[in-house]
């Protein structure tokens, strides 16, 4: 089994990571459309779902049992589908970079369900080819 670290993802957790400035618009959306209130919660649900389906395709991995957790290596990737379906829920212009936070995860996700692989654990040594700095040695043999 593949011990892995877990991150619970909350409405709290989901809106602390907003810019500030989003922050005052979701609040804003709240306020003017009670309806919506639990919006937030529901995409939360869905897309907790989902990653934890990709999660589950590893035969590896022991499930956390709570049904609002993820694995802590893809809780930015859930987190950043949360939030782009909340802007789209509340109507929010969204930048290039919007579009392509959100594409970059569905295809990290989307790509470890068809595999049936991903790196839950996160890295946990130098991958070959990694960059690294290595301080010239002096050409006078480090005297001067």
């Known amino acids: 089994m593949v011990a892995v670290n877990w991150y619970s993802v909350t409405p709290y957790?989901?809106?602390?990571?907003m810019p500030i400035d989003m922050q005052g618009i979701y609040d804003a959306w709240v306020a003017m459309n009670p309806a919506k209130a639990m919006a937030l919660t529901k995409i939360i649900s869905r897309v907790v779902a989902f990653v934890r389906t990709v999660a589950a395709n590893d035969p590896d991995l022991e499930m956390?049992?709570?049904?609002?957790?993820?694995?802590?290596?893809?809780?930015?990737?859930?987190?950043?589908l949360c939030l782009f379906h909340l802007k789209t829920e509340m109507g929010v212009i969204?930048?290039?970079?919007?579009?392509?936070?959100?594409?970059?995860?569905?295809?990290?996700?989307?790509?470890?369900?068809?595999?049936g692989v991903l790196d839950l654990t996160g890295p946990t040594v130098a991958v070959a080819g990694?960059?690294?700095?290595q301080p010239a040695a002096a050409a006078d043999g480090g005297q001067q």
């Open 13 to 17: 957790n989901v809106r602390d990571t």
């Open 64 to 80: 956390d049992p709570s049904a609002d957790k993820v694995p802590f290596s893809l809780a930015q990737h859930t987190i950043t």
């Open 94 to 115: 969204m930048s290039d970079g919007d579009y392509v936070s959100f594409s970059r995860a569905e295809i990290a996700l989307r790509q470890g369900l068809r595999a």
């Open 130 to 133: 990694e960059p690294s700095y």
